[in-house]
């Protein structure tokens, strides 16, 4: 387990990844913005950026031993060559999410949601890291960020649209959607 | 589920509790100061501090909703008149701790070290409240803190020996003590 990474997503004019589409699924907007500069660590303040928002990664919250065993065999790393397309959703759960115990959140999450095992159908397809940002003091509880091949694009919608259906998703009540590319 | 609460802890010549003793018990030591500040959100520079530690609360990360509903029952509030007594333990686990997956750190905490069982034996004598700190980039993962009476202090070096004595505190590789008084 590698320390925790901290992230800044600045939209604005500048960054790797080019915004072709943000759209707001559920609740408060976000501002449009050309670009989305992912970057290491905390930058408070990021010259002509339209926001930002900061997340770290950090120790799974629900996932198994056998889980993560099985994840690790075929996830991914982060940055291939033919990951030109990508994604940056941003997500909050509401108060009753917050309020349940910690294996009332882990039920949902796999038991009713299938989380991990719908999502393991698309990897090694799709590369993903989860940033939290709650206890960070940030807008949003997570920041959750994907690389794919354009080719996958309709796998990822996929997972979005099975994720979006589930149980776990009744209690987000903010989520808005960067699709990027580079 | 109240929003995350933030907190800085200021060791300096100011703050509402006087610093009777502070005990590295593992690991790399603190610096010696008069008086803690536990001061409510962020405050990156405290002038004359001569450490100061950010932390978080959040949603706990292994209590069961049978676990969290004996707690809210008998756990008393931070701020007591009585509670002139208190102690700020800073706590950092090893790599081997956070590679370990969520069930497998749910059954040292709870299966294994009686953590909440044990603790509960304490309640309502001894008020507490974790912050997390790993996730804001800190140099320990948990700030907890306590508040008691003075005639209660007995019952809590019980409770820290017990703790220190399990399974789970193998795991512990970074362990100050600061015991307080106001």
Redesign the interface.
Known sequence: ?AP?I?VTMAAGREGEWRIDTLRTITGEPLLAAARLAVLPG?HPSTDGAVWSLLG??????????S??AALVAVQPELGRAQATSGAMIALRKN?AW?????????KIFEEDARHIAMSMRFLPAIARRLY?A????QPFDFLTYFEFAPEHAAAFDELLAQLRASVEWRYVEREVELRLSR
């Open positions: 387990m925790p901290m905390r770290s990664t950090g120790a799974p919250r629900y996932t198994t031993q889980e993560q108060d917050w309020s349940l115990a910690a294996d009332q959140r882990r939290h709650r206890e960070l003091g």
